[in-house]
């Protein structure tokens, strides 16, 4: 449990990648292109993220609070995409 009363749970898929394998460059444009592609439901969560490795990202975070994900490299590189806030009701 987090503290704030939900359960947090992980259902590990497929690899994206096994045994040893390098790291693609960070690839802004192509991360902008796998997230578009996401946010039109075009993509399946595991393309999305098989889209993602392929763009160089090596994990991202997520802001609730400030609505925003922020996506690394594994130099450094960092792309943040905000998120509008959603009115329900």
Do not use: H, K
Not at 3 to 22: K, R, T, Y
Not at 45 to 59: M, N
Not at 61 to 80: I, K, L, P, S, W
């Amino acid at each position: 449990m987090c503290g704030c009363g939900f359960i947090a749970s992980v259902i590990q898929g497929e690899p994206l990648v096994s045994g040893m394998a390098d790291i693609p460059a960070f690839d802004r444009e192509g991360l902008i292109r796998a997230l578009r592609t996401d946010q039109a439901g075009a993509s399946t969560f595991p393309e999305f993220l098989a889209a993602s490795w392929r763009a160089g990202v090596v994990r991202y975070e997520v802001d609730f609070a400030a609505r925003t994900v922020t996506y690394f490299g594994c130099n450094g590189e960092e792309y943040v995409e905000a998120y509008p806030a959603v009115e329900i009701g």
